[in-house]
C-alpha cells in the first residue's frame, strides 16, 4: 500500500510532466498553424513556420507540401526567384507521378507570370513528350495557350486551346485579340510607299495627314533645288529635314501600330485577370 | 521590489520602434499585373495659368511638339528631350543662359560618337542628362556613373 | 498497488507521445532556428527569432547577432541602439565598438574620431585606428601627413590606402576658368581639355561649319543667309564655351563621386576591419 506522501509526490510528478507535455508541439500541429497562416494570406509568416518545420522535422514527410507551400508564398508575394528555388525542391521531392506534374505545372506558372515565357515553353514542351503524361493534355495545352499569350503569340495561344476544344473561351479570346492587331510590317511598309499612309492605317489621320505634308513639302524643296543647281541647298534640305521627317514617319507607323497593340492585348490580359473565372498563372 | 517604469519604458519603446521597422521590412502579398508596361511617351499638354510667360512658354513647346516633334521622329538620344530640355532649363535660369544651354545640348545631341562612357541611361534606353548639370552652380550637379539605370 | 500500476502506466504514455514532438517555441530550439536563418543570410526572419528569446536567453552572442542582422538590414541606428543591451564584460564589447564605427559610417559618410578609455585588446584597437583613419578621408581636410595616414594600415591595405590618400589631397580636379578660356581662343577645346574629346571636336566642327557657311554666303552676297549662319554660330560659339566650362565642373563632380566610391570599396573590401566571425562554421 503506498503512502499518501509518495503518492502526492508521484500525481505531482505527473502534473508537471503534463504541463511540459503541452508545451511540445507535433510537426504535424506545426503544418498546421503554418497553413493556416498561408490561409490567411500572411505569406511571410506562413513561410518562416515552413521553414521552422523542415529545420526540425528530420523525417522526409514534409519535405515535398512544406516548400511546395513555402514556394507557392513567395509566389504571392512576387518573390519568382525564390518561389522557383521552392518549386524545384518541390518537384525533386514528389513522391508520385502526380505530384511531379502538379509541382512541374507551378513552376511553369511562375515562369509565366515572370514572363520567361521561352522557359515555360520548353518545360512545356518537355511535358508534352514525355509518355508517362499522355492523359494530361489538356492541361498541358491549357498552360502552352497562357504561355503564348504572355509572349505576346496570341495566333498559337489559340491554336493551343482549340487542341482541347474548339470552341474554348480562351481560343475565341485570343481569335478576338488577333483579330483586332495592327499588322507592324504593313504599317511600315505603307509609310515607305506613301509618308503618312501607315499612321493613317493604325488610326492616327492627324498625324499622318501631317507626316504626309512635310514630306510632300521638303522633297519639293530638295527637287527644286537640285533642279535649280543648288546642289548643297538640296543635299541640306534632303539631309537635314526631307530624310528626317520620311524617317520618322516609318518610326510613327511602327510606333503606333506597337501602341496600340499594347493597348488591345492589355485589355484582354486585364479581362483575364479580373474577369475570367478559370485557372489562371 | 521596486520597477525601473524608465527602464520599462525605454524596453517597451525601443520594442516597439524595432518591431515597426523589422514590420515594413516584411513584405505583403503582391499585386502582381498581367498587363504589360506601357512605355511609351506622352505629352504632358496641361497647363497651369498662375502666370503668363509660363503659359506662352508652355504654348510655344506645344506648338512644336504636335507639328513638328512628334510627325519628325525619336531623334534625341537623351532624355529629357531638347525640347523639354530648353523648358526646364527656362525654368531654372535666364533667358540667355537657357540658350547657351540649349545650343550646348544641340552640339552635344549632334555627336555620333558613342556616349555609353559618359551618360547614365533612363530605363527605355535613352541617356539621362537633366539641365541642372548645366547651371553652372556646382551645388546643383548629381553626378551619376554611366554605368547607373536612372528612374525618371 | 494498482494505484500505483494506473498512475506508472500513464507516466509512460506521457514519455511515448513526446518522442513525436518537438518544443518549436521552446527558447533554445527558437535560438537555434535563429542561427540558422542568420547563416542562411535571412537577417529579417533570423532577427526577428531572436527578437523573441533575447530577454529570456539574455546571451551576448544572440544580442551581437541582432546588430549584425540590423546593420545587414540597412537599420543602422537600431543596430547602434542594441549596444545598450550589452555589458562592458561581453566577449563581444570590441566587436560591437567597431560595428557601431561601422554602422554611422554606412548611414552617414563623415568623419569619426572616437577614442576609448577602457583598455582594449590590441588587434580591435588597430581595427578602430583603421576605421577612424579611413574616415578621415570623408572629411574637407585630412590634415595629417601621409606617413602618419598610413601608419595603421598592413601590408596589403597599403597601397590601396596610399592611392585613396593621394586622390583626396591631390584631386585631379580641372579648372572650369581655363576650359571655358581655351573653348573662347578655340572652340571645342575646352571640353577635350575635361576629357569629352567627342563633343569637343563636334563643338570644333559644328561652331566652324556655322563660321564657314557664314562667310560663304557673305561672299556670295547672300546676306540673309549670311546672317542667319552668323547668329546660329554665334550661339554654337556662345554654348561651346558655355558647355566647356559646365563640363569641367561635371568631371570634378565624378572625382568627387570616384573618391566617396573608392573609400566605400576600400571599406567594403576590408570589412570595415571586423574580424571574420565563424558562426556558420
Given at each position: 500500500m503506498?503512502?499518501?506522501?509518495?503518492?502526492?509526490?508521484?500525481?505531482?510528478?505527473?502534473?508537471?510532466?503534463?504541463?511540459?507535455?503541452?508545451?511540445?508541439?507535433?510537426?504535424?500541429?506545426q503544418?498546421?498553424?503554418?497553413?493556416?497562416?498561408?490561409?490567411?494570406?500572411?505569406?511571410?509568416?506562413?513561410?518562416t513556420e515552413?521553414?521552422?518545420l523542415?529545420?526540425?522535422?528530420?523525417?522526409?514527410?514534409?519535405?515535398?507540401?512544406?516548400?511546395?507551400?513555402?514556394?507557392?508564398?513567395?509566389?504571392?508575394?512576387?518573390?519568382?526567384?525564390?518561389?522557383?528555388?521552392?518549386?524545384?525542391?518541390?518537384?525533386?521531392?514528389?513522391?508520385?507521378?502526380?505530384?511531379?506534374?502538379?509541382?512541374?505545372i507551378?513552376?511553369?506558372?511562375?515562369?509565366?507570370?515572370?514572363?520567361?515565357?521561352?522557359?515555360?515553353?520548353?518545360l512545356?514542351?518537355?511535358?508534352?513528350?514525355?509518355y508517362?503524361?499522355?492523359?494530361?493534355?489538356?492541361?498541358?495545352?491549357?498552360?502552352?495557350g497562357?504561355a503564348?499569350?504572355?509572349?505576346?503569340?496570341w495566333?498559337?495561344?489559340?491554336?493551343?486551346?482549340?487542341?482541347?476544344?474548339?470552341?474554348?473561351?480562351?481560343?475565341?479570346?485570343?481569335?478576338?485579340?488577333s483579330?483586332?492587331?495592327?499588322?507592324k510590317?504593313?504599317?511600315?511598309?505603307?509609310?515607305?510607299?506613301?509618308?503618312?499612309?501607315?499612321?493613317?492605317?493604325?488610326?492616327?489621320?492627324?498625324?499622318?495627314?501631317?507626316?504626309?505634308?512635310?514630306?510632300?513639302?521638303?522633297?519639293?524643296?530638295?527637287?527644286?533645288?537640285?533642279?535649280?543647281?543648288?546642289?548643297?541647298?538640296?543635299?541640306?534640305?534632303g539631309?537635314?529635314?526631307?530624310?528626317?521627317?520620311?524617317?520618322?514617319?516609318l518610326q510613327?507607323?511602327?510606333?503606333?501600330?506597337?501602341?496600340?497593340?499594347?493597348?488591345?492585348?492589355?485589355?484582354?490580359?486585364r479581362?483575364?485577370?479580373?474577369?475570367?473565372?478559370?485557372n489562371?498563372? | 521590489?521596486?520597477?525601473?517604469?524608465?527602464?520599462?519604458?525605454?524596453?517597451?519603446?525601443f520594442?516597439?520602434?524595432?518591431?515597426?521597422q523589422?514590420?515594413?521590412?516584411?513584405?505583403?502579398?503582391a499585386d502582381?499585373?498581367?498587363?504589360k508596361?506601357?512605355?511609351f511617351?506622352?505629352?504632358?499638354?496641361?497647363?497651369?495659368?498662375?502666370?503668363?510667360?509660363?503659359?506662352?512658354?508652355?504654348?510655344l513647346?506645344?506648338?512644336?511638339w504636335?507639328f513638328?516633334?512628334?510627325?519628325?521622329?525619336?531623334?534625341?538620344?537623351?532624355?529629357?528631350?531638347?525640347?523639354?530640355?530648353?523648358?526646364?532649363?527656362?525654368?531654372?535660369?535666364?533667358i540667355?543662359q537657357?540658350?547657351?544651354?540649349?545650343?550646348?545640348?544641340?552640339?552635344?545631341?549632334?555627336?555620333?560618337?558613342?556616349?555609353?562612357?559618359?551618360?547614365?541611361?533612363?530605363?527605355?534606353?535613352?541617356y539621362?542628362d537633366?539641365?541642372?548639370?548645366?547651371?553652372?552652380?556646382?551645388?546643383?550637379?548629381?553626378?551619376?556613373?554611366?554605368s547607373?539605370?536612372?528612374?525618371? | 498497488?494498482?494505484?500505483y500500476?494506473?498512475?506508472?502506466?500513464?507516466?509512460n504514455?506521457?514519455i511515448?507521445?513526446?518522442?513525436d514532438?518537438?518544443?518549436?517555441r521552446?527558447?533554445?530550439?527558437?535560438k537555434?532556428?535563429g542561427?540558422?536563418?542568420?547563416?542562411?543570410?535571412?537577417y529579417?526572419?533570423?532577427?526577428?527569432?531572436?527578437k523573441?528569446?533575447?530577454n529570456?536567453?539574455?546571451?551576448?552572442?544572440?544580442?551581437?547577432?541582432?546588430?549584425?542582422?540590423?546593420?545587414?538590414?540597412?537599420?543602422?541606428?537600431?543596430s547602434?541602439?542594441?549596444?545598450?543591451?550589452?555589458?562592458?564584460?561581453s566577449?563581444?564589447?570590441?566587436?560591437?565598438?567597431?560595428?557601431?564605427?561601422?554602422?554611422?559610417?554606412?548611414?552617414m559618410?563623415r568623419?569619426?574620431?572616437?577614442?576609448?578609455d577602457?583598455?582594449m585588446?590590441?588587434?580591435?584597437?588597430?581595427?578602430?585606428?583603421k576605421?577612424?583613419m579611413?574616415?578621415?578621408?570623408?572629411?574637407?581636410?585630412?590634415?595629417?601627413s601621409?606617413?602618419?595616414?598610413?601608419?595603421?594600415f598592413?601590408?596589403k591595405?597599403?597601397?590601396?590606402?596610399?592611392?585613396?590618400?593621394?586622390l583626396?589631397?591631390?584631386?585631379?580636379?580641372?579648372?572650369p576658368?581655363?576650359?571655358?578660356?581655351?573653348?573662347?581662343?578655340?572652340?571645342?577645346?575646352?571640353?577635350?581639355?575635361?576629357?569629352?574629346?567627342?563633343?569637343g571636336?563636334?563643338s570644333?566642327?559644328?561652331?566652324?561649319?556655322?563660321?564657314?557657311?557664314?562667310?560663304?554666303?557673305?561672299?556670295?552676297?547672300?546676306?540673309?543667309?549670311?546672317?542667319?549662319?552668323?547668329?546660329?554660330g554665334?550661339?554654337?560659339?556662345?554654348?561651346?564655351?558655355?558647355?566647356s566650362?559646365?563640363?569641367?565642373?561635371i568631371?570634378?563632380a565624378?572625382?568627387?563621386?570616384d573618391?566617396?566610391?573608392?573609400?566605400?570599396?576600400?571599406?567594403?573590401?576590408?570589412?570595415?576591419?571586423?574580424?571574420?566571425?565563424d558562426f556558420?562554421?
Amino acid at each position: 500500500m503506498i503512502s499518501a506522501n509518495k503518492l502526492k509526490t508521484v500525481l505531482l510528478f505527473i502534473f508537471i510532466l503534463m504541463i511540459e507535455a503541452s508545451a511540445q508541439t507535433s510537426a504535424a500541429d506545426q503544418f498546421n498553424y503554418a497553413k493556416k497562416l498561408f490561409d490567411e494570406e500572411k505569406y511571410f509568416d506562413a513561410v518562416t513556420e515552413f521553414k521552422r518545420l523542415l529545420f526540425f522535422d528530420k523525417s522526409d514527410k514534409y519535405l515535398f507540401e512544406a516548400n511546395k507551400f513555402i514556394g507557392l508564398s513567395y509566389k504571392s508575394g512576387g518573390k519568382f526567384s525564390e518561389a522557383l528555388t521552392y518549386l524545384t525542391l518541390t518537384e525533386i521531392n514528389s513522391k508520385t507521378k502526380d505530384d511531379f506534374f502538379n509541382s512541374r505545372i507551378e513552376i511553369i506558372k511562375v515562369n509565366i507570370l515572370r514572363r520567361t515565357t521561352s522557359r515555360a515553353l520548353s518545360l512545356l514542351d518537355s511535358l508534352n513528350n514525355d509518355y508517362s503524361f499522355t492523359d494530361k493534355k489538356d492541361e498541358i495545352n491549357y498552360w502552352l495557350g497562357w504561355a503564348y499569350i504572355f509572349s505576346d503569340d496570341w495566333e498559337n495561344a489559340s491554336l493551343s486551346f482549340s487542341k482541347i476544344n474548339e470552341n474554348h473561351e480562351l481560343k475565341l479570346l485570343a481569335d478576338s485579340v488577333s483579330n483586332e492587331l495592327y499588322n507592324k510590317t504593313l504599317a511600315k511598309i505603307l509609310s515607305v510607299i506613301i509618308p503618312g499612309a501607315g499612321q493613317i492605317y493604325t488610326g492616327e489621320y492627324f498625324s499622318g495627314l501631317l507626316s504626309f505634308g512635310w514630306n510632300v513639302l521638303w522633297g519639293y524643296l530638295t527637287v527644286q533645288s537640285f533642279v535649280d543647281d543648288r546642289i548643297f541647298d538640296g543635299v541640306m534640305t534632303g539631309s537635314f529635314l526631307w530624310m528626317r521627317f520620311y524617317n520618322g514617319n516609318l518610326q510613327n507607323a511602327e510606333k503606333f501600330a506597337e501602341e496600340k497593340n499594347l493597348i488591345v492585348t492589355n485589355n484582354a490580359l486585364r479581362y483575364l485577370q479580373k474577369e475570367y473565372s478559370g485557372n489562371k498563372p | 521590489m521596486r520597477i525601473d517604469f524608465k527602464l520599462v519604458f525605454f524596453v517597451l519603446l525601443f520594442s516597439i520602434t524595432a518591431f515597426c521597422q523589422t514590420e515594413q521590412l516584411k513584405w505583403q502579398k503582391a499585386d502582381i499585373s498581367y498587363e504589360k508596361e506601357n512605355n511609351f511617351r506622352h505629352r504632358d499638354y496641361s497647363f497651369q495659368f498662375n502666370d503668363a510667360g509660363e503659359v506662352v512658354k508652355k504654348s510655344l513647346a506645344m506648338t512644336y511638339w504636335f507639328f513638328i516633334s512628334d510627325v519628325d521622329g525619336d531623334n534625341c538620344p537623351f532624355r529629357p528631350s531638347c525640347s523639354s530640355f530648353l523648358i526646364d532649363a527656362a525654368k531654372e535660369t535666364n533667358i540667355l543662359q537657357t540658350s547657351l544651354m540649349f545650343f550646348d545640348r544641340f552640339t552635344r545631341d549632334m555627336n555620333v560618337f558613342k556616349r555609353k562612357n559618359h551618360y547614365p541611361r533612363v530605363k527605355d534606353g535613352h541617356y539621362y542628362d537633366p539641365p541642372l548639370n548645366y547651371t553652372l552652380s556646382e551645388t546643383k550637379i548629381q553626378y551619376i556613373p554611366a554605368s547607373s539605370v536612372v528612374k525618371e | 498497488m494498482r494505484k500505483y500500476f494506473i498512475l506508472l502506466i500513464i507516466l509512460n504514455s506521457i514519455i511515448i507521445a513526446q518522442q513525436d514532438s518537438i518544443d518549436f517555441r521552446s527558447p533554445e530550439n527558437i535560438k537555434k532556428f535563429g542561427d540558422y536563418l542568420f547563416c542562411q543570410g535571412d537577417y529579417l526572419r533570423a532577427v526577428e527569432e531572436y527578437k523573441s528569446v533575447q530577454n529570456i536567453l539574455r546571451n551576448d552572442t544572440v544580442n551581437f547577432k541582432m546588430m549584425l542582422c540590423y546593420s545587414n538590414l540597412g537599420l543602422y541606428e537600431t543596430s547602434n541602439d542594441l549596444y545598450k543591451e550589452t555589458s562592458w564584460v561581453s566577449p563581444f564589447h570590441n566587436d560591437i565598438e567597431l560595428l557601431k564605427i561601422k554602422n554611422k559610417l554606412l548611414e552617414m559618410p563623415r568623419s569619426i574620431q572616437v577614442f576609448y578609455d577602457v583598455p582594449m585588446d590590441s588587434v580591435f584597437s588597430i581595427g578602430i585606428s583603421k576605421l577612424n583613419m579611413t574616415s578621415r578621408l570623408y572629411g574637407e581636410d585630412i590634415r595629417i601627413s601621409k606617413s602618419q595616414f598610413l601608419s595603421p594600415f598592413d601590408e596589403k591595405e597599403n597601397k590601396a590606402a596610399a592611392s585613396l590618400y593621394d586622390l583626396k589631397t591631390n584631386p585631379p580636379y580641372k579648372s572650369p576658368a581655363l576650359a571655358g578660356i581655351m573653348s573662347a581662343i578655340i572652340p571645342g577645346t575646352g571640353k577635350m581639355y575635361s576629357g569629352e574629346w567627342a563633343d569637343g571636336i563636334t563643338s570644333f566642327i559644328v561652331t566652324g561649319l556655322m563660321a564657314f557657311l557664314a562667310y560663304d554666303n557673305f561672299h556670295a552676297g547672300h546676306n540673309t543667309r549670311g546672317w542667319i549662319f552668323t547668329t546660329l554660330g554665334t550661339f554654337f560659339y556662345g554654348g561651346n564655351v558655355y558647355g566647356s566650362i559646365a563640363a569641367a565642373q561635371i568631371f570634378n563632380a565624378k572625382i568627387n563621386f570616384d573618391i566617396q566610391d573608392g573609400i566605400k570599396l576600400f571599406l567594403d573590401h576590408n570589412n570595415y576591419f571586423l574580424p571574420d566571425y565563424d558562426f556558420c562554421k
